[in-house]
């Protein structure tokens, strides 16, 4: 197992060059924001503090350099506690290492047409190559193009406020257009629109990076897009553009080439040449802080956490465990998943009774029809499977939609004997990774789909699902269940070297190091999407 102080103490330095070549001014923008205020029960004003790795990762980075994080103020007692900028400073708790949270207010008609119709109706489904959820959008694309102004707006302000050339990093499908908004808005923008570029920046100059942390669907797809030529010009604003893997990146160049006259690509370079400008697409899949969560699997609290799960759950102590954790999405595969071990307990009797499959599904975007009605066909699957088998002192299917504690969290994947995570498609996701993080020295069995971005890094030692499959998915469960220690241990070590290679940190040092190399437009150094 590599020395993790070692390599915590070279990713720091990786990162403080970077952070320094990037001139130590970074604006983020970001749909979430890192700290959240609310009134709490005695009406005195509570911080939330960042969940998330990502949040807490990029939390971290911005406590180290001068910068600003733009996004949507959404809690209740946000707006008291910001100064006449709509600007808070934090962390709250360390005075030394602060940096400004810039908030941006949205109305009713706002949210509803920015975030819950385009952003989670539109290009979620779309992204995720479900067109048949994919809803009709109409004025809600003028909402979604009025905030993301509002964005661009707030960046160009950081970017005059900067003393360089700040770097600016967005982040995800929220914040499409924002960057050739900001493009118009600097002056930097060849092909503008209407009376021409407008600098707004006094003159600053910002290289601008976009990290997608969903997948880019084919070209075949991506075409039913009905504003499909506007989010490829929005989105060629960028000098950067970060995915998860290299499908994504050929999915996307495809999609330039195909859909938007007057770009130039170059599949081989992996850029596109438009009104101008360079844009650079590359991949870096995201990691998780290792060195966090396994800090937490081996809390006192996750040690109590896991024995008080299984005692207020009616597990047994032999019971073998097997675990799923997702938001309540329709990508996630749940249903299938569910369908699998129904197949698994009606095939293998000598299952019954031996092991338990406990899914925590937190919930999720639940105002959208789509999603409350997925709430209740897991609901309704967990209770089929539990019909059918449950005895008086087992039941096949644990299901829970509370919110666990992180280290919690952390704990029952250490109980588990295997992690089942088979979206139906999936960006990256985190939970695979986090499943190995937290593994100790008994781990436990990977069970991925291939149809996760996850399974493009670790899918040569998990046991692979295909989600549709019942029959194989079932076959699978059992090879998992039955896999000699041996076995389990060669493919648990091999996982925890892949998680901790490339963990959060050196994802960080990945996109930071592109966005250096594209300022500095060198090209020469390869990142890992070159390989
Ligand atoms: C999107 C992309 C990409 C869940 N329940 C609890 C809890 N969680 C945490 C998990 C994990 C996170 O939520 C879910 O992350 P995923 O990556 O699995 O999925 P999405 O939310 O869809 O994320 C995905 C990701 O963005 C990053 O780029 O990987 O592909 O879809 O971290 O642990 N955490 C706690 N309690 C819970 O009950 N503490």
């Known amino acids: 197992m590599p020395n993790t102080h070692l390599r915590a103490d070279r990713v ?39 969940a998330g790795g990502l949040t807490a990762g990029l939390d971290e980075v911005m406590r180290r350099v001068d910068g600003t994080w733009i996004a949507w103020g959404d809690g209740e ?23 400004a949270l810039r908030r941006l207010w949205l109305d009713e008609d706002e949210v509803e047409g920015y975030y819950y119709e385009v952003a989670n109706q539109v290009l979620w489904p779309l992204c995720h190559a479900a067109l048949g959820t994919v809803e009709s959008c109409g004025d809600a694309w003028a909402d979604y193009r009025r905030v993301n102004d509002q964005f661009a707006d707030a960046m160009a302000d950081a970017a005059t406020d900067a003393d360089g050339d700040p770097l600016v990093w967005l982040h995800d499908y929220h914040l499409a257009l924002a960057p050739r908004h900001l493009r118009e808005r600097t002056g930097s923008d060849t092909g503008g629109r209407g009376d021409g570029p407008v600098d707004r920046t006094g003159g ?9 942390h969903i997948p880019w669907p084919s070209w075949d797809t991506f075409r039913a897009c009905p504003n499909r030529e506007a989010l490829l010009d929005g989105l060629l604003g960028n000098d950067l553009l970060v995915f998860h893997v290299p499908r994504y990146c050929e999915n996307f160049l495809r999609s330039a080439d195909r859909g938007l006259d007057g770009t130039a690509v170059d599949f ?53 465990l097997a675990v799923g954790v997702d938001r309540l999405d329709y990508t996630k595969g749940i249903v299938q998943r569910l369908d699998a071990f129904e197949r698994l307990f009606e095939e293998r009797p000598d299952y019954r009774g031996e092991v338990t499959f406990v899914q925590v599904g937190t919930e999720s975007r639940s105002a959208i029809p789509a999603y409350a009605d997925y709430q209740d ?48 498609r999936d960006g990256m996701n985190l939970v695979a990774q986090e499943f190995v993080a937290a593994g100790g020295d008994d781990p ?68 930071l190091g592109a966005v250096a190399r594209v300022a500095s437009a060198d090209g020469g150094v390869p990142t890992r999407a070159d390989h």
């Open 268 to 320: 081989d370079a992996g850029t596109v040449d438009y009104r101008g400008r360079t844009t650079t697409v590359r991949a870096a899949p995201m990691g998780v802080p290792v060195d966090r969560i396994r800090e937490q699997a081996d809390s006192m609290e996750a040690a109590g956490f896991r024995a008080a799960f299984r005692k207020n759950r009616g597990i047994d102590r032999d019971t073998r």
């Open 204 to 212: 600053a100059d910002p290289t601008l990076a976009h990290t997608w």
């Open 377 to 424: 066909r897991v609901e309704a699957a967990v209770d089929r499977v539990n019909d059918r088998f449950a005895t008086d002192d087992w039941r096949p299917v644990v299901y829970t939609t509370e919110m666990i504690s992180n280290e919690g969290l952390a704990g029952l994947y250490r109980e588990a004997d295997l992690a089942v995570v088979s979206p139906i």
């Open 77 to 99: 007692a946000d707006a008291t506690v910001v100064d006449g900028d709509d600007t808070v400073t934090v962390p709250p708790d360390d005075a030394e290492n602060t940096y």
């Open 444 to 511: 436990g069995v990977l069970v991925l789909s291939d149809q996760a971005g996850a399974h493009d890094t670790l899918g040569e030692w998990a046991v692979s699902v295909r989600p549709h499959d019942t029959e194989g998915f079932a076959a699978a469960l059992d090879d998992a269940l039955s896999m000699s220690e041996r076995e389990r241990r060669r493919r648990a070590n091999a996982l925890a070297d892949g998680v901790e290679d490339d963990d959060l940190d050196s994802w960080l040092v990945d996109v």
């Open 12 to 50: 720091e330095a990786d990162l403080d060059r970077l952070l320094t070549a990037a001139g130590d001014e970074l604006v983020v923008a970001s749909n979430r924001q890192p700290y959240r205020h609310d009134y709490g029960d005695d009406g005195e004003v509570t911080v939330d503090r960042p």
